[in-house]
């Protein structure tokens, strides 16, 4: 097999750069062939990351959620995908704490050695853009994008905590039309969250979470003590849940959808759960 491992340096990856000769070592040590890329800018990550897809059969790639999404938007367009390699260099690490994958880059190399290979569902929105995890809106759901990156250098996953304190303080809600099989239903929220992740904000809010099991979580949280978060995180009873594969959402409110932990589109969206789409080396 052969391998391509792509990397950046935006910020975070500090600690991926100073490391680069061990991660090609140990990678040579695993594929037949190895080629080493840096993306000096997002439209050259997207370029490589669409290259080996067609020329090698894995891709290994360093970066935080938002690389993770970007790198999904661009594999997932195509017929042939290669197995993903991941080195988490992000704040929270949501996505490759679902496979075990944590910061560690010697772990995580371990795990590309061990080989084991699991298959996952995305997520297609407005048939135009992929997503791995989560979409979200409503209050907290800005927190990931929103919160600057000089705040995130200096306080870690702190930065992220602070600013979803001042979203708990502050009484918000929406409402928001869910259809599911042609039957639409109504329910008033401070926020909702699209899941197909065990983790969201570092935090574990679904562990039994299966991630290619042909479902997305529809969590639905109704008013409360800051914001619902206490609904959600404790009282689970008192919230709406759907599992769906395929479902309309239409928010009543003025701020952009989160995915993955980016910025994403307003309004209505569809959503459609596409199974087994995308490959990883896995700890699980």
């Not at 935006?10 to 040579?28: D, F, Q, V």
């Not at 239903?185 to 991630?211: C, D, E, I, T």
């Not at 479902?215 to 003590?225: I, N």
């Given at each position: 097999?052969?391998?391509?491992?792509?990397?950046?340096?935006?910020?975070?990856?500090?600690?991926?750069?100073?490391?680069?000769?061990?991660?090609?070592?140990?990678?040579?040590?695993?594929?037949?062939?190895?080629?080493?890329?840096?993306?000096?800018?997002?439209?050259?990550?997207?370029?490589?990351?669409?290259?080996a897809c067609f020329e090698y059969d894995v891709l290994v790639f360093a970066g935080g959620d938002g690389t993770f999404n970007r790198i999904v938007n661009v594999i997932s367009k195509e017929e042939k995908r290669p197995i993903i390699g991941y080195i988490p260099s992000g704040t929270l690490n949501d996505f490759g704490k679902n496979f075990g994958i944590d910061r560690h880059i010697t772990k995580s190399l371990n795990i590309i050695k061990k080989g084991k290979i699991q298959e996952f569902d995305i997520g297609i929105i407005n048939n135009q853009t992929y997503f791995a995890f989560v979409a979200a809106i409503g209050t907290f759901s800005e927190i990931s994008y929103a919160t600057k990156r000089k705040r995130i250098k200096t306080f870690g996953r702190m930065a992220y905590y602070m600013n979803a304190v001042k979203d708990a303080v502050i009484p918000r809600s929406f409402e928001v039309k869910i259809t599911i099989?042609?039957?639409?239903?109504?329910?008033?929220?401070?926020?909702?969250?699209?899941?197909?992740?065990?983790?969201?904000?570092?935090?574990?809010?679904?562990?039994?979470?299966?991630?290619?099991?042909?479902?997305?979580?529809?969590?639905?949280?109704?008013?409360?003590?800051?914001?619902?978060?206490?609904?959600?995180?404790?009282?689970?009873?008192?919230?709406?849940?759907?599992?769906?594969?395929?479902?309309?959402?239409?928010?009543?409110i003025n701020t952009p959808w989160c995915i993955d932990g980016e910025e994403g589109p307003m309004g209505e969206i569809h959503i459609r759960l596409i199974n087994k789409h995308l490959r990883i080396y896995t700890n699980k």
């Open positions: 097999m052969n391998a391509i491992f792509l990397y950046s340096d935006a910020p975070g990856n500090g600690r991926i750069i100073s490391k680069i000769e061990i991660i090609r070592t140990r990678l040579e040590e695993i594929f037949n062939y190895v080629n080493i890329a840096k993306a000096s800018d997002l439209s050259e990550l997207d370029k490589l990351a669409k290259t099989d042609g039957k639409t239903n109504q329910h008033r929220v401070p926020f909702l969250m699209l899941l197909n992740s065990k983790y969201v904000g570092g935090f574990p809010v679904n562990l039994k979470n299966a991630l290619d099991d042909g479902k997305f979580d529809v969590y639905l949280t109704k008013p409360g003590l800051f914001n619902g978060l206490l609904n959600y995180l404790f009282l689970k009873r008192r919230t709406s849940y759907y599992r769906v594969d395929e479902v309309i959402i239409n928010p009543v």
